[in-house]
């Protein structure tokens, strides 16, 4: 990867990964810290364990035989190979016996535990040269112990813990433990620890490396199909591998959202289209005719009825604006605080009350059927413009009967959905595909091209149904067209 | 202008002062001028600020408020000349024509909802109507204009003592009628009065329901009461 080490930093897996090596790290340093401080605490109180066995077989001893037998038995054991340190002093601090040579000063001065490991010199381990050139000094010489083989003494010596106690007749005893095996084993425990530790941190950031830079790739993919799609191809995807894992659940859903994106803005093209066509075309016919007023010579009466067909087709205009509007906020959705329990009952006794005198005026019979009382949830304005755009059509297509012409309204209750019907004997719509357009917005089947109208009362219609959890269907009445509203039932308490 | 004639023979009467309260200075012109040519004085507020202090100080018949205004938006300026008692009749402009739009704005102590674009002979017909001494006719219990009465309690309609008959939504459309007897009264009003509903018919429902009253009150009376205005809408007027 030729990527600059600021690049590298601005991607997620690197920042994740440099985040976890951080955090591994201070554990790591914790619990190593923790291990060598258990270790060594462990190991001095087995060795303060060591030291009071001997002290109290010492004092046994003592009391047996006294201070001749102590010094004999202290002389025995410091000989002893991996002996312990011991060491009669008198009171003046001189070294009386023992396998000690010398001490760091003021070990011996105060009674009960050193405070600290202390640096002490065995007895012959100053002469070790000499030992090798074959002239031993001493017969009390220790044979090297362990340690003093494997650990040439520097002049600093070795480092022990040791009870200092006074006897009765004021000598001092000294009881001790070399601590270069506790130490020796701490060191060993510590690098085990280190070298494990560094180990799995340069594993785990090897992992995270490959797993991060594999899941980057994805993202990386991800990204560059969405550039695509923001480049203006709305019919590009996201890639999908199959792995059904979080990163394709996403592409998933994107894609899904990207589908209704892509299906939104058909919409919108469509309905720009549809507008540009319909709203252009009485705005020509505005504009035409002002042109048309302001160029001949007319008498006063003739531009004040220009005029007023110019308004009266700005009317038509507004209609038509307002209605697309109101169209787009219901698919938008509609705050619930606009919905209330609606006696669809009264509603249809109310419409059918409004356009009784225009269907009896264009020789159509309106009748309905209603029940005493079915409410919904909704809103009672928007259903009544829904159902009087419904019945306006029907009147309107029912003019075409071969019979005499009716339109009927019916509601009624089925299972649970509660359907409001309008059911003309008109030509109604015999192609299929036609009656499913028959909503889409503007959409006016060539037949009817001729009708007064927007083109959009179906539409508004559908709209509004959709914003009432409902749907609105056209169905052949045989003859003519039945137009469905079905609510959902109210659930009753 | 067809529609601002009949009314303005009127208005000569009860010629109205009015607050106006809108932010677009050509629609703000527009309306003055026209208020004026129908007889009414016209006073322009350019921000809600100013429309408040103008509001608050002055005796207005009623106010027409833009619900979208700098400084101050309408609604609240509203809220607030109604917390201090005032109780101007408003008529808001709004942009905003929704349900709920309309149900906050009444809400807010409007007393009608106007969306735009509007006709502006809608508006006047509104704004007359909405002038608070005419709804001093809300507590009579008969009304008369001309040789037609109409008892608000018996239900009964006379015109020059004869009986008349009507259907009760007929009944209702005829007391709005009355009540707003030598005012212009549009269709959408009589939609939203008589039927209560707030939308746009799709055909000359509300002409229908008035030609059928008009039978029934005129047939059989040499004199015309109920008068057709050409673009605007309907005046019951006694001769």
């Excluded at chain 1, 990204?223 to 480049?231: L, P």
């Excluded at chain 1, 589908?259 to 058909?266: G, P, T, V, W, Y």
């Excluded at chain 1, 009485?282 to 531009?303: F, I, Q, S």
């Excluded at chain 2, 007391?175 to 939609?191: C, D, F, N, P, S």
Aim: charged share 25%.
């Amino acid at each position: 990867m030729a990527l600059s080490l600021p690049a590298i930093m601005k991607t997620t897996a690197a920042r994740l990964s440099a985040l976890y090596f951080l955090l591994f790290a201070l554990c790591a340093v914790l619990l190593v810290f923790y291990m060598t401080s258990l270790s060594a605490r462990m190991l001095t109180a087995q060795t303060q364990d060591t030291i009071n066995d001997e002290v109290l077989g010492l004092a046994r001893a003592y009391q047996r035989g006294g201070l001749p037998l102590l010094v004999r038995v202290v002389e025995n054991r410091s000989r002893q190979p991996g002996a312990n340190l011991y060491l009669i002093a008198d009171t003046n601090g001189q070294i009386l016996t023992g396998n000690v040579q010398s001490l760091e000063p003021g070990v011996i001065e105060t009674e009960g535990w050193t405070a600290e490991p202390f640096s002490y010199q065995r007895f012959g381990e100053g002469e070790l040269d000499r030992l090798r050139s074959g002239t031993a000094d001493q017969g009390t010489t220790t044979p090297p112990s362990g340690d003093s083989s494997a650990q040439p003494a520097g002049e600093k010596g070795h480092n022990a813990i040791a009870l200092v106690l006074r006897l009765p007749n004021q000598m001092i005893m000294l009881v001790g433990r070399d601590l270069g095996e506790p130490e020796r084993f701490r060191a060993v425990i510590k690098r085990a620890l280190m070298l494990s530790l560094g180990m799995m941190g340069l594993g785990g950031l090897l992992i995270w490396f490959f797993v991060g830079h594999a899941a980057l790739k994805r993202i990386d993919s991800v990204s560059d199909a969405s550039r695509r799609i923001m480049g203006g191809d709305l019919t590009g995807r996201l890639p999908v591998t199959g792995a059904g894992d979080e990163f394709d659940r996403l592409s998933e859903n994107l894609n899904t959202m990207l589908a209704r994106i892509a299906m939104l803005n058909e919409g919108l093209k469509q309905v720009s289209d549809n507008i540009a066509h319909d709203l252009k075309t009485p705005l020509t016919r505005l504009r035409n005719r002002a042109e048309a007023t302001l160029a001949g010579k007319h008498k006063t009466n003739d531009y004040r009825q220009a005029l007023e067909s110019t308004i009266a087709e700005s009317d038509q205009l507004i209609k038509t604006f307002n209605a697309i509007l109101m169209i787009s906020r219901l698919e938008a959705g509609y705050s619930s605080e606009t919905t209330s329990p609606v006696d669809l009952a009264a509603t249809v006794s109310d419409v059918v009350e409004l356009y009784e005198p225009v269907a009896e005026e264009a020789g159509v019979a309106l009748e309905a059927t209603v029940p005493d009382a079915i409410v919904v949830n909704g809103n009672r304005e928007l259903i009544g413009q829904a159902l009087s755009n419904i019945v306006d059509n029907g009147i309107k297509y029912s003019t075409g009967a071969t019979d005499a012409p009716k339109v009927r309204v019916t509601l009624e209750r089925v299972g649970n959905e509660i359907k409001l019907a309008v059911a003309d004997n008109g030509h109604g719509i015999p192609d299929d595909s036609d009656r499913a357009r028959a909503t889409e917005r503007f959409v006016r089947l060539e037949k009817s091209r001729s009708q007064p109208g927007s083109g959009l009362g179906l539409s508004l219609a559908k709209a509004i149904m959709t914003f009432h959890n409902g749907r609105l269907d056209l169905a052949p009445a045989n003859p003519g067209l039945s137009v469905v509203m079905s609510f959902p039932a109210r659930e009753t308490h | 202008m067809t529609a601002t004639q009949p009314s303005s023979e009127i208005a000569y009467n009860s010629a109205m002062k009015i607050l106006v309260m809108e932010d677009d200075r050509e629609a703000a012109d527009y309306l003055q001028k026209a208020f004026a040519e129908a007889g009414h004085t016209a006073h322009v507020a350019g921000d809600g600020e100013t429309g408040f202090t103008l509001a608050d100080a002055g005796d207005y018949d009623v106010m027409v408020v833009d619900r979208m205004m700098p400084r101050r938006d309408g609604l609240s300026v509203i809220a607030a000349l109604r917390s201090r008692g005032n109780t101007t009749p408003v008529l808001i402009l709004s942009a905003l024509g929704e349900v709920d739009d309309r149900v906050t704005g009444l809400r807010a102590g409007g007393d009608d909802y106007l969306t735009k674009p509007y006709a502006f002979s809608e508006l006047l017909a509104r704004v007359e109507v909405l002038n608070r001494r005419a709804s001093a006719r809300e507590s009579e219990t008969v009304y008369r204009v001309g040789d037609l009465e109409l008892d608000r309690l018996s239900h009964s309609v006379k015109r020059a003592g004869r009986e008349i008959t009507l259907q009760p939504r007929e009944f209702r459309l005829l007391e709005y009628l009355m009540r707003h007897a030598g005012q212009v009264v549009t269709r959408t009003m009589l939609l939203e009065n008589v039927w209560d509903y707030h939308f746009d018919p799709q055909t000359n429902v509300i002409d229908v329901h008035v030609s059928r009253l008009r039978g029934k009150i005129e047939k059989g009376f040499d004199k015309p009461i109920l008068h057709t205005i050409r673009g605007a809408g309907y005046m019951l007027k006694g001769g």
